[in-house]
């Protein structure tokens, strides 16, 4: 199993409050703790909106973590080269563009920047945002070379937007079913038989600011919408060892 979507919260360094919320602590061993009766091989740790544009907790988590996992950070469209590649060469894979939690605002450069980080990096965008505001980003989206949307695009209204963007082959992550109005089995029988490659699940562990935070019987819910030994090969592990270059 690729845990898709982890977060870790280190108090030993720098957290930022958003929105009147700042995160509890979060260690690699609670992630570990938590996850223990997993069988996790690999993940993807993503910069939450509380750690802004600061990535020195990743090297340890990452260090900690092992090989197998990697992660998507923020980081503002003017980040130089040089930036980029170091943190390439540290795990970090691609950058979350969090418009749900104002990280980053405004859309104008969108494509522009996707285009920039994958031709010098191999990188990809990673969007959380509410799927009731894909009408204006789907347009920019599909033109990126690589892409991802967080948590099922969050809203049940939004869905028909984000298989859209899975039949242009953005990766959607199966992910934060307690922060989504989505009904999950629902999402996931419809966006497999849109594109099997696209969902990738992952815990979102610790799910601040989740109704609910992650349960094993999420894992179970998927399970029993996909109904298929491959399938749920596919969407617990190879689509994101694929799209993350995670060995398995």
């Known amino acids: ?50 750690q802004g544009f600061d990535q020195k907790y990743l090297k340890p988590a990452l260090e900690q973590l092992g090989d197998q996992f990697v992660a998507i950070t923020n980081l503002p469209s003017t980040v130089s080269d040089e930036r980029i590649l170091s943190l390439r060469d540290m795990g970090v894979r ?59 695009g969050m809203a049940r209204s939004g869905l028909s937007q984000v298989r859209k963007l899975a039949e242009a082959g953005v990766h959607i992550k199966a992910s934060g079913f307690g922060r989504t109005e989505v ?23 610790p799910s601040n600011r989740a109704e609910r935070p992650f349960n094993v019987t999420d894992i179970d819910t998927v399970c029993e919408a996909l109904d298929d030994a491959d399938a749920i090969d596919k969407v617990f592990a190879r689509n994101a060892a694929k799209f993350y270059n995670i060995k398995l």
């Open 1 to 50: 199993m690729i845990d898709a979507h982890l977060h870790i919260y280190n108090d030993a360094f720098p957290l930022i409050e958003n929105q009147g919320f700042l995160p509890p602590p979060f260690s690699v061993e609670d992630y570990q703790h938590r996850t223990r009766d997993l069988p996790i091989v690999g993940g993807v740790v993503v910069s939450g909106s509380s």
């Open 183 to 205: 009904n999950v089995s629902e999402a996931v029988k419809a966006l497999y038989q849109t594109n099997p490659d696209c969902l990738m699940f992952g815990t979102d562990l």
């Open 94 to 152: 691609g950058i979350r563009v969090n418009l749900k939690r104002g990280v980053v605002s405004g859309l104008d450069n969108l494509v522009d920047f996707g285009t920039r980080i994958w031709d010098l990096a191999g990188w990809h965008l990673e969007m959380y945002v509410d799927s009731r505001e894909l009408d204006e980003i789907v347009p920019k989206l599909v033109k990126l070379p690589k892409a991802s949307v967080d948590h099922l």
